[in-house]
């Protein structure tokens, strides 16, 4: 017993030694610190302090985004080719307006800056179908991985794990798959097939640009659906069952209504990452053909930065439009939280 | 009216044996309560009666067929959760309706019967809410209507009043009680709380780890237990049980217990040496004067209550014994009492702990 204590004595002061040291730099910190924060507080009042606080974060976030968002605002009222401000011309909102300059807006090929509105209309047709695809493909996984099947454990990673691959990595992974060489079409030659040349065909560019971007992030779909899945309590279901209801009925009349919240939260989530497509594809298929896989994003950096003409003013003009979409979007986020909140 | 028979119910999960082979005859129109500890297994024993758990062997008849194979949705039972179990999203009355548009009932008999059975509950003014605005306990109305409109041969209630406040579970059980007299439908009841057990039952069923240890009349577990389990959990509080060992004395027995000895008369099934269990409880216990005694013992705790006092005390060599006593009495801790087990209400049990006798005077 003796001994015990004189060991644990031992532990509990090597401990105390371990603490002692560690916190003769906090005591030096705090030392500092404690002077110039009494004066402060006594300058701004106690109630005041919590903004002090956040002040170091907030101009942060000021400096590297709030700022930004101005300057990007004034980029687009200006013109030319310079890269600083203060040598562009204020041209208004010319951007914009030639931007919006089109014969029809159902045709591209009528508007003075058609890749823009190509850019727009392949972006929408990539956020609907991949959007929808991904929502369904998501919520049949979910509740598949929500049952209690073989491997359940092995499957709910499987379908995680592209979620973690950075977005170029998963762009070449399929590249080495389709490219004219690719395992693909090295499969289809071995069976008797025909190559396909995927990214010459503009159907077949978007549908793997599609295909590719649900594989890499329905996992986290899933994950947010598998969740709300397994909020909704067992008993809602064994009560279902002995209220002699069908299976069908159990889902669209139980599951689905109380799934509802995290599915709208789903919905609009992968809206706004849908909207903001660019890296996988442009690794992918490089806008191409033509500018058949070529979003908006991918029009505001070429426009901006890759052209040999480097034209800020428009790109920044397609940024502010972009972002009052997103901003919109935004908005149906955090209404689509709150009501799963308030469920 | 509808008859419930297990014959011989089995059930593992894996390799653990929860149920070990129960038979039981629920009688038509009979509320009958299955009551034990926790993990005992009633509850399993409830959902095998909905059909929310198979079997793994046995059967299980309902008006005489056998509805093992059947799915829950067909037995024709209702069953109310412990956790009520209402559809969160939907009202009171489509909560009440919708085992009803299942059956794609008419509107107009669904209309009536969640509007009879609302009144019946009085959760008419309700009909509207969500279950989120709702009490405990209305919740807990609208769960029993839900399983009331759909008139079911018989109702299964997992302890449906654990959820609720002390006060609340007082006023439902009464309420409960009534409704089983107006409906006349099998119940079948599952609470760990003997309390329950003994107010609403026709029959109660003990069980312990699997299997039945009795069944009864709440009344006849109480004045007849077959066994120390049933002695011990039926009752409250519980049942004094003393190991003693059995020696001879003139014209009878002594139990002996410590530095006490117990005298009982000549008993059938008992011989000197035995070792036994004697069990008398807490209101079958008088305080007398030192020359009636059985017992001296030390009070440990006075629980006074007004109307009725409890001593918890020890005498030397036993376990503390609990003594009821109506009326105020003015004794303190640390005082010595004189204690006299009433002899008719005494039970003597082996040392299996099965009974030997209920009574134990001539």
């Not at chain 1, 493909?137 to 454990?153: D, P, W």
């Not at chain 2, 039981?24 to 297994?41: D, I, R």
């Not at chain 2, 599952?190 to 312990?208: G, K, P, S």
């Not at chain 2, 007849?224 to 020696?247: D, H, Y």
């Amino acid at each position: 017993m003796a001994h015990n204590s004189t060991a644990q004595s031992d532990e509990m002061s090597l401990g105390d030694r371990f603490n002692a040291v560690a916190a003769w730099p906090m005591r030096i910190l705090f030392g500092l610190l404690d002077r110039p924060f009494r004066a402060i507080q006594r300058l701004f009042g106690i109630e005041r302090m919590p903004y002090i606080f956040l002040l170091p974060n907030l101009a942060f976030f000021g400096l590297f985004v709030v700022v930004p968002l101005f300057i990007n605002f004034a980029f687009s009222a200006t013109g030319g080719t310079n890269l600083f401000l203060a040598d562009r011309p204020f041209v208004g909102t010319e951007q914009y307006r030639y931007l919006a300059d089109c014969g029809s807006y159902l045709d591209p090929s009528t508007c003075r800056e058609d890749r823009f509105w190509r850019g727009i209309y392949n972006t929408i047709t990539f956020v609907v179908f991949q959007v929808a695809f991904m929502v369904l493909f998501s919520l049949v996984t979910a509740l598949i991985l929500n049952r209690k099947i073989r491997g359940r454990g092995f499957f709910r990673a499987a379908f995680f794990f592209p979620v973690l691959l950075s977005p170029v990595v998963v762009a070449l992974i399929w590249k080495w798959i389709l490219l004219r060489d690719g395992v693909l079409n090295a499969g289809l030659t071995s069976i008797g097939l025909d190559r396909i040349l995927f990214f010459v065909d503009p159907t077949w560019s978007m549908f793997w640009a599609i295909f590719v971007s649900i594989w890499a992030h329905m996992g986290f779909y899933t994950l947010i659906l598998l969740a709300g899945l397994q909020a909704i309590p067992p008993d809602l279901y064994e009560a279902a069952e002995m209220d002699g209801t069908k299976r069908e009925r159990i889902f669209w009349r139980i599951t689905l209504p109380l799934l509802w919240p995290n599915l709208l939260v789903v919905i609009v989530l992968a809206l706004i990452k849908a909207v903001q497509i660019f890296d996988e594809v442009f690794v992918l298929t490089g806008g191409g053909p033509g500018t058949a896989t070529q979003f908006i994003v991918q029009y505001i950096y070429t426009t901006g930065f890759s052209n040999q003409v480097q034209n800020f003013g428009l790109a920044a003009a397609a940024s502010v439009v972009l972002g009052v979409v997103l901003f919109a979007l935004t908005l149906m986020q955090l209404a689509a939280s709150r009501r799963r909140e308030d469920n | 009216m509808t008859e419930i028979v297990l014959k011989n119910i089995r059930k593992a999960y894996g390799e653990v044996d929860v149920i070990h082979g129960i038979d039981l005859n629920v009688e038509s129109g009979k509320f009958v309560v299955f009551v034990g500890p926790s993990g005992c297994g009633k509850s399993t024993l409830l959902r095998i009666i909905a059909g929310l758990e198979g079997v793994t062997s046995g059967e299980v008849l309902i008006d005489g067929h056998i509805v093992n194979d059947e799915p829950a949705s067909e037995r024709g039972l209702a069953m109310v959760f412990q956790s009520y179990a209402l559809y969160p999203h939907m009202s009171v009355y489509k909560n009440m309706a919708f085992g009803l548009e299942n059956s794609k009932m008419p509107r107009e008999e669904v209309e009536k019967r969640v509007n009879d059975a609302a009144a019946m509950l009085q959760i008419t003014q309700y009909l509207k809410r969500r279950p989120k605005a709702l009490s405990g306990g209305q919740r807990q109305r609208v769960a029993i209507g839900r399983a009331i409109v759909r008139d079911p041969k018989a109702f299964l209630f997992d302890e449906p009043l654990s959820n609720l406040d002390a006060e609340l579970r007082v006023t439902m059980r009464k309420e409960l009680a009534a409704l089983h007299a107006k409906l006349g439908g099998t119940m079948i009841y599952v609470t760990h709380d003997q309390v329950e057990a003994m107010t609403l039952a026709n029959t109660i069923v003990v069980l312990n780890a699997g299997r039945i240890e009795q069944v009864g009349a709440p009344l006849d577990l109480y004045n007849n237990p077959q066994n120390t389990f049933v002695a011990g959990f039926i009752g409250s509080p519980r049942m004094n049980l003393v190991e003693a060992t059995v020696e001879r004395s003139d014209g009878g027995f002594q139990l002996a217990a410590g530095d006490s000895h117990v005298s009982v008369p000549n008993i059938e099934g008992i011989r000197e040496g035995h070792h036994v269990t004697f069990g008398s409880r807490p209101e079958h216990i008088e305080i007398v004067d030192e020359a009636d005694a059985d017992i001296v013992a030390s009070v440990d705790l006075s629980e006074q209550l007004g109307g009725e006092t409890y001593l918890y005390c020890t005498p030397e060599g036993m376990p503390q014994l609990t003594v009821h006593q109506l009326g105020q009495l003015p004794i303190e801790r640390g005082q010595n009492i004189h204690l006299r087990l009433n002899r008719a209400c005494m039970h003597l049990f082996d040392s299996e702990g099965n009974v030997i006798v209920n009574g134990v005077s001539d």
